[in-house]
């Protein structure tokens, strides 16, 4: 462009250039006047440029506020919607003195009194009703002679229970005296040692001291019996130890319950 104004400027004066001498500082004029036009052209640009963002920044506040405005109005429209939900009801007292209390729909709270009520009738059933399934289900465990782990199982579910009553007393019993799988017969052993005071388990105790052939079931056995003083018990005891059966383990646990019971 400077090119261009410099070109025009000399075609104008071609005359003067050609017949009049360059006045003093002729050149220093032509860059002069070009520099003027290069800083209002300057000037135009940085103005148009301060108008662009002054106009971007307005379109911003303007955003914002309108912003603003839709968060204000939808969040008193949402109060306004919770007051309107629950109307207030107008209650009398003693003292003449009026309290604003909200009105419950009677459809919603009938449903609500109801399903408590089930709740709580369920609540007292299930307290009161006693334990017969945990029972049959130990009493069915016991019985399943086509599964050792099953028979284990129930044994481990009765070792739970807080009190034996007289048919578990007899089936852990009879599981003890009778079943053909040694670890189940152990498992029973334990469970019967807790009760080894009842009469009844006490009795079939003393009378394994005979019946019982593995020797892990009978040093168990021994252990828990060698402590009685009882003259039955003491005889088993004393005919187990002259049995040539009866491995040696088993007849030194015996020597040892004896010489205990005599000191």
């Given amino acids: 462009m400077e090119r261009d104004f410099f070109k ?28 003027e036009r290069r800083l209002a052209e300057n000037t135009l640009k940085l103005e148009a440029t301060q108008k662009k963002r002054k106009l971007q920044y307005t379109w911003l506040a303007v955003a914002s506020s309108l912003f603003m405005v ?7 429209s949402q109060e306004k919607n919770e007051l309107t939900a629950t109307p207030p009801q107008i209650v009398s007292t003693n003292n003449n003195n009026f309290e604003l209390a909200p009105i419950s729909p009677l459809e919603e709270v ?38 050792v782990a099953n028979r284990i199982d129930a044994i481990i579910k009765a070792s739970a229970l807080a009190t034996l009553n007289e048919k578990m007393k007899a089936e852990l019993c009879k599981t003890f005296s009778a079943d053909n ?4 017969r152990l498992a029973a052993l334990e469970v019967l ?20 052939k593995d020797p892990i079931v009978q040093l168990e056995l021994v252990k828990i019996m060698g402590n009685s003083s009882n003259p039955e018990t003491t005889d088993k005891l004393i005919a187990m130890a002259n049995n040539p059966f009866t491995v040696d383990a088993v007849k030194e646990q015996v020597h040892y319950a004896l010489l205990t019971n005599n000191n």
């Fill in 181 to 184: 799988n040694d670890n189940v």
């Fill in 70 to 76: 839709v968060g204000a109005y939808l969040f008193l």
């Fill in 110 to 147: 009938a449903p609500t009194v109801k399903s408590t009520y089930a709740v709580k009738k369920q609540r007292i059933l299930v307290s009161h009703q006693p334990k017969r399934e945990a029972h049959q289900e130990i009493y069915a465990g016991l019985s399943d002679s086509s599964s």
């Fill in 193 to 212: 040692s807790k009760y080894a005071n009842d009469k009844y388990i006490h009795d079939q105790l003393v009378a394994g001291l005979t019946k019982q």
């Fill in 8 to 35: 025009q400027y000399i075609q104008k004066h071609k005359d003067a250039f050609e017949n009049e001498a360059l006045p003093p500082n002729m050149l220093g004029n032509i860059l002069g006047k070009l520099e």
